[in-house]
């Protein structure tokens, strides 16, 4: 099992921007950021195929955010521009140990989670 561990997050208002990044030890084909709300369920939000580094996003998130990696480090980053409080919550890194790989799949498939990074969005 892929270990993941969050860092980063915090609160800002609407129109700012924030980069949470993910530490992961073990060999994922992939790695993706899972957004969820209190009381609603868990949604892709971007996800990145390592080695190639195809990447995908949810409608909500293209054009604002972007998945990045740093092969080295083993370390994932989400870059969050011109953030809306619907962007407000918890931000999970995930990974599976399978083929599939995209931001619009369900959370479902991913088998290995970090602990979350709060995310506080403010009108």
């Known amino acids: 099992q892929v270990h993941l561990v969050e860092s980063g997050g915090g609160s800002v208002q609407a129109g700012g921007s924030l980069v949470l990044a993910c530490t992961f030890i073990?060999?994922?084909?992939?790695i993706s950021w899972v957004h969820q709300t209190p009381g609603k369920e868990r949604e892709g939000v971007a996800s990145?195929?390592?080695?190639?580094?195809?990447?995908s996003y949810a409608n909500s998130a293209r054009g604002r955010f972007t998945i990045s990696q740093d092969k080295h480090r083993n370390m994932v980053y989400l870059q969050m521009n011109d953030l809306t409080p619907d962007d407000t919550g918890m931000y999970y890194c995930?990974?599976?140990?399978?083929?599939?790989?995209?931001?619009?799949?369900?959370?479902?498939?991913?088998?290995?989670w970090g602990q979350g990074a709060q995310v506080t969005v403010s009108s």
């Open positions: 073990g060999d994922p084909p992939c």
């Open positions: 995930a990974a599976q140990d399978g083929s599939r790989c995209g931001a619009w799949y369900h959370p479902s498939i991913y088998n290995s």
């Open positions: 990145i195929t390592l080695g190639v580094g195809a990447s």
